[in-house]
């Protein structure tokens, strides 16, 4: 009956109750509460990571998360990764040093007791340092998540170039990759994207402009 309703439900309309810094979610079978911030991107609910979700949701039998090992980049307030290890997965959630602590705040609020791996949180800059701290294959993941990571900004070589570290011949990786299209730069990464990777749409919303991208190394 739940699923139903979420299927029902327009994923536009995420938040089942709403307070100035808080939204509330259920997926999984759970509620979710999510502490945002205004002072930084990464610290709201983009509408990508909200389509990744319930794509994850209602898949799960094309993805299957359960005791995967999964890499979210660009993880921000932390939802996709809650999801994620509430459908089983063993999950390392990444974002920038001054995203962290909200995005573990929310992290703990919302997994302790109720998965079956603790999610762990980890400082990444896209492109710094990824063979130092993150070196493969001790770092390898089933599975690369990122939503709402293209914007505006000068970091879209080192965003490919972190995509490419994770998911490189020879890893068997599955990267999904969730974008809400608003600006030119969405549509030049995409091209680079289905440039660099076996990259397939698996799911668009065209009227809300969201797409969602599974990708595989090329060998």
């Known amino acids: 009956m ?4 979420l299927t029902r439900r327009n994923i536009w309309e995420p938040s089942v109750q709403y307070t100035p810094g808080k939204e509330s979610f259920f997926f999984a079978g759970h509620d979710i509460s999510i502490r945002e911030s205004i002072d930084t991107y990464g610290a709201l609910i ?3 990571a909200i389509a990744l979700c319930q794509f994850l949701e ?5 993805v299957n ?9 660009g993880a921000g307030t932390g939802l996709l990764s809650i999801v994620a290890s509430l459908h089983g997965a063993s999950v390392t959630a990444t974002d920038l040093p001054d995203i962290l602590s909200n995005l573990t705040f929310n992290l703990l609020r919302n997994t302790k007791g109720r998965t079956r791996h603790t999610p762990q949180v980890a400082a990444l800059t896209w492109g ?3 063979e130092r701290d993150f070196p493969y294959p001790s770092y390898h993941y089933d599975y690369v998540l990122a939503a709402d990571v293209v914007y505006p900004h000068n970091c879209l070589e ?11 011949p020879g890893s068997r990786t599955t990267l ?3 974008n809400k299209v608003r600006f030119q730069s969405d549509l030049s990464f995409t091209e680079c994207f289905k440039s660099s990777f076996n990259a397939t749409l698996l ?3 065209p009227q809300q402009e969201v797409r969602i991208y599974k990708a595989t190394a090329k060998e």
Do not use: Y
Not at 2 to 5: M, R, S
Not at 58 to 62: G, I, R
Not at 65 to 73: H, P, Q, R, T, Y
């Open 2 to 5: 739940a699923g139903d309703a």
């Open 46 to 48: 983009w509408p990508g």
């Open 58 to 62: 209602n898949n799960q039998q094309q």
């Open 65 to 73: 998360l359960m005791d995967k090992s999964v890499l979210e980049i």
């Open 128 to 130: 710094q340092d990824l």
């Open 158 to 168: 080192k965003l490919l170039e972190t995509m490419h570290h994770f998911c490189r």
């Open 176 to 178: 999904l990759w969730a």
């Open 203 to 205: 799911f668009e919303l």
